[in-house]
């Protein structure tokens, strides 16, 4: 009797290598290549809880006509990250007119999708994998120019001199959850993912808070701030930047998850 595929199987091969998932068996695929690459896989695809995009190795979003790739020590995109960028990009938020620094930049979605769209970009990372791989991403979507610097949060020199005196504007998908999920049940779904890319202390706001200090101290301050947070401290996150006017956008399933911030003229 011939040995079933798996639906995880069934799956890798059909976005890795294009075929339809009513493969039954071995015997259906027609390719010694891809046979052995099946096998070579094994191993990770029996484990139901390793994140099957890090053994594909890209995504491809049609949304935003993105290819991104990705591997273990990186961040995966969020669908709620994808549907808030879309809905920005609709607003034209951002102005067009500002610089965007996409603080936290993981793979470089975020500052990908706003340089496909005519913004000008500047991406910082604190670590180095998600840093090359921000590269990669960035030539593999052909865009020409965008600055990506290593940074915690906002404390580079080359940053700040890239800001000078412009107009700028924050897009930022920090870590944002609180470090107590670590020991609930649903954190071994995401057990292969970085940690310091998931959580940020006690309440999940650490960086956002290290955010609202290092702009305290700038001059040059960005119009407009937005962050995708978690829905239980998003409410107290806007108490941080107390110079701004705060928006709470719903992601798809209903959750306060984008905090838009901008400069309150009338203040």
Do not use: C
């Amino acid at each position: 009797m011939k040995k079933p595929l798996t639906q995880r199987q069934r799956l890798y091969l059909k976005y890795k290598f294009g075929l339809e998932q009513n493969l039954v068996s071995l015997d259906d695929i027609g390719s010694r290549d891809i046979i052995y690459d099946l096998y070579s896989k094994d191993v990770l695809l029996s484990n139901s809880d390793y994140p099957l995009d890090y053994i594909i190795g890209e995504i491809f979003i049609p949304e935003l006509n993105i290819l991104i790739s990705v591997k273990e020590g990186v961040l995966l995109p969020r669908t709620e990250t994808i549907h808030w960028l879309q809905e920005l990009l609709k607003r034209q938020l951002p102005d067009k007119s500002d610089v965007i620094i996409d603080v936290g930049t993981g793979t470089g979605l975020i500052g990908i999708a706003y340089a496909k769209n005519g913004y000008t970009v500047v991406t910082t990372d604190l670590f180095q994998a998600p840093l090359e791989l921000a590269e990669y991403n960035r030539r593999i979507n052909n865009i020409q120019t965008m600055p990506i610097l290593q940074s915690d949060v906002l404390s580079s020199s080359k940053l700040i001199e890239i800001i000078g005196d412009t107009s700028w504007s924050i897009v930022s998908n920090l870590p944002y959850v609180p470090r107590s999920d670590m020991q609930q049940p649903t954190f071994q779904s995401i057990r292969y993912e970085p940690e310091e890319a998931i959580f940020a202390g006690v309440d999940g706001l650490d960086l956002v808070r290290t955010m609202a200090t290092q702009i305290a101290g700038l001059k040059n301050k960005p119009n407009s701030i937005i962050l995708e947070l978690d829905p239980r401290n998003i409410n107290f996150a806007t108490t941080l930047f107390p110079d701004y006017q705060a928006e709470i956008l719903n992601d798809y399933n209903g959750f306060n998850r984008l905090l838009v911030l901008k400069v309150d003229k009338l203040g």
